[in-house]
């Protein structure tokens, strides 16, 4: 079964380094998001990317935070100077995006775990 | 305001028994979906209900939608010890999901 891939599992960083979180999504969807759990929270959306550019972000997704789509498969969440609340989990998701209500039913990744120290 | 709360926040059953998740919502909305999430694992989508839909069975699963109190529950029959899991509904506008707290399900063999 098609599944999204994310690099790294864990990561470990120094505050104030940046940081790249790779995803590869399901190679026919569309609709590409990131979400992140801080331990023992819910989920949160922090942004959706359509068509080569960000179609809804939430206010979690400041200046620090940006994505790209830099080839056909990867898709990137990068933070620029991470923060200590940064830590959390951060999910990859995708949706074909089409065909009525199940455009919308997300496929995650196992996610990669942000340490900032 | 919060949008999809769980209750009970922690479940704890013997296999076997049903399990019964609540999720309430605030706002308006166009479906509501539940996933499963293991620990330190992805989310896993269950089961997605529209908003015109009552009820809604898949294999041991049953979810029920309430809109008039914006509320829905996802049923767990004959549970086992595979399914200790955490249990997220999610309500959708447009192509954000907002999750609730989550229920932690625990079945005991």
């Known amino acids: 079964e098609p599944e999204v891939t994310q690099t790294p599992s864990h990561q470990v960083t120094q505050m104030g380094q940046e940081v790249i979180l790779r995803c590869v999504p399901i190679?026919?969807?569309?609709?590409f998001y990131w979400y992140r759990q801080i331990l023992g929270q819910k989920v949160e959306f922090l942004v959706s990317f359509y068509n080569n550019e960000i179609s809804e972000k939430s206010e979690i997704f400041d200046d620090q935070f940006s994505v790209e789509r830099p080839d056909g498969s990867n898709f990137t969440l990068k933070i620029r100077s991470t923060k200590l609340e940064d830590s959390a989990m951060y999910f990859c998701?995708?949706?074909?995006?089409?065909?009525?209500?199940?455009?919308?039913?997300?496929?995650f990744g196992a996610g990669s775990r942000l340490t900032v120290l | 305001s919060q949008q999809g709360e769980e209750d009970p926040q922690a479940l704890s059953i013997q296999e076997g028994e049903n399990a019964t998740m609540n999720c309430s919502y605030k706002t308006s909305i166009n479906n509501l979906q539940w996933y499963r999430q293991n620990s330190g694992r992805g989310l896993v989508h269950l089961i997605l209900?529209?908003?015109?839909?009552r009820e809604k069975h898949s294999g041991r699963l049953r979810v029920t939608l309430d809109t008039s109190k914006k509320s829905s529950s996802l049923l767990i029959t004959a549970s086992r010890a595979a399914d200790t899991a955490s249990y997220f509904c999610a309500t959708d506008k447009g192509r954000r999901l907002t999750f609730g707290e989550g229920t932690q399900l625990t079945v005991n063999p």
């Open positions: 998701a995708s949706t074909l995006g089409t065909g009525g209500a199940g455009a919308n039913v997300l496929t």
């Open positions: 209900i529209r908003s015109n839909e």
């Open positions: 190679s026919n969807h569309l609709y």
